[in-house]
């Protein structure tokens, strides 16, 4: 079955502090993977998406993420978080097709400290 | 700038009513979504449409229905709103080949 797993609901880390955000998928085709962050009452703002090429993608607001076949995952990273990026992260999994539905993890939030 | 728009940041509505959600889209995008998001659960898909007047049923489509009459807007319905339907709601876009999903900002729908 195709799914998505962020086992961490909830991340608190201290401002200036490195950041990974875990997931795990399964997916029977050649995945394309998303991670989505949610501001308080927002709609989600796409970070970074990976379709193929380089593992290691780069995305907005100093995020990046690598994708790794063999272990099914594509963790999200941030090596200096700070105070705005408390938010809920989603990580998302799709195919190639002219109906892209995408399959959602259930989410991170993650709290920063001062 | 890619822009989706939702009718309603917030609505509050009756038990039995009949609610309509609107959502926009102005990238000329083929593919749109509906979400519900709720605590714990994540976003999961109602409706998609990938053509006009075209839907196809997602994952939890009971007690909901969609329309799509033009290419830019797709409309969420629901027949008559029970409490359990309370709950955040996604509108989305995509072009044809597996791109990204932009989402609009939301309705919070509180039904009493």
């Known amino acids: 079955a195709q799914s998505v797993t962020q086992p961490d609901i909830h991340i608190t880390v201290s401002e200036g502090a490195s950041l990974e955000l875990r997931c795990n998928y399964s997916?029977?085709?050649?995945?394309?993977l998303f991670w989505y962050v949610q501001s308080p009452g927002q709609g989600l703002q796409l970070l970074l998406k990976y379709f193929s090429g380089d593992t290691l993608v780069q995305g907005i607001k100093g995020f990046e993420a690598e994708f790794k076949r063999s272990q099914s995952s594509f963790n999200l990273r941030k090596p200096s978080v700070h105070w705005s990026d408390a938010a809920e992260y989603f990580c998302?999994?799709?195919?190639?097709?002219?109906?892209?539905?995408?399959?959602f993890g259930t989410g991170t939030l993650l709290a920063v400290q001062p | 700038d890619v822009k989706v728009t939702q009718s309603s940041r917030y609505l509050v509505k009756r038990t039995g009513e009949k609610v309509f959600l609107e959502c926009v889209q102005d990238?000329?995008?083929?593919?749109m979504f509906w979400y519900r998001q709720d605590p714990g659960l994540g976003l999961r898909l109602i409706y998609f449409?990938?053509?006009?007047?075209?839907?196809e049923k997602g994952d939890i489509p009971e007690g909901y229905s969609v329309s799509r009459e033009k290419k830019e807007r797709f409309s969420l319905i629901l027949e008559s709103a029970s409490t359990n339907q309370t709950s955040m709601y996604l509108c989305a876009s995509s072009g044809p080949w597996g791109e990204t999903q932009y989402f609009g900002p939301g309705t919070r729908l509180l039904v009493l």
């Open positions: 449409s990938y053509d006009v007047k075209m839907k």
């Open positions: 998302a999994v799709g195919g190639l097709g002219a109906t892209n539905k995408l399959i």
């Open positions: 997916y029977g085709a050649t995945p394309y």
């Open positions: 990238m000329d995008h083929e593919n």
